[in-house]
Nanobody, 116 residues
Framework: QVQLVESGGGLVQPEGSLILSCAAS????????MGWYRQAPGKQRELVAS???????TYADSVKGRFTISRDNAKNTVYLQMNALKPEDTAVYYC??????????WGQGTQVTVSS
């Protein structure tokens, strides 16, 4: 069982920045693809950024050039740096861990609100 705990959400003005953190309960980075998803009210959950083990990092088209996913293996933590935030980025952001077997785990989510 892997526990994922997100932090760093909050209220930010348009064009502002936030960094989300996801702390894992175990050394998952050597075995799991880590990612960030988000879900806005009334919409389906969507992939924001994916950090696979051997494949290239991928981003949703809507966040390319503005968001950056990264990880610190020593801290078992994955980050999502979000710049130039827009109101349409408002959502609950979830950390996700996926093993090649298909086993997956989710964090509890952290709210990001972009508003003036």
């Amino acid at each position: 069982q892997v526990q994922l705990v997100e932090s760093g959400g909050g209220l930010v003005q348009p064009e502002g920045s936030l960094i989300l953190s996801c702390a894992a309960s175990a050394d998952v980075f050597s075995r799991y693809t880590m990612g960030w998803y988000r879900q806005a009210p009334g919409k389906q959950r969507e992939l924001v950024a994916s950090l696979p083990i051997y494949l290239p990092i991928t981003y949703a088209d809507s966040v390319k050039g503005r968001f950056t996913i990264s990880r610190d293996n020593a801290k078992n933590t994955v980050y999502l740096q979000m710049n130039a935030l827009k109101p349409e980025d408002t959502a609950v952001y979830y950390c996700h861990a996926l093993l090649h077997t298909g086993a997956e785990f989710w964090g509890q989510g952290t709210q990001v609100t972009v508003s003036s």
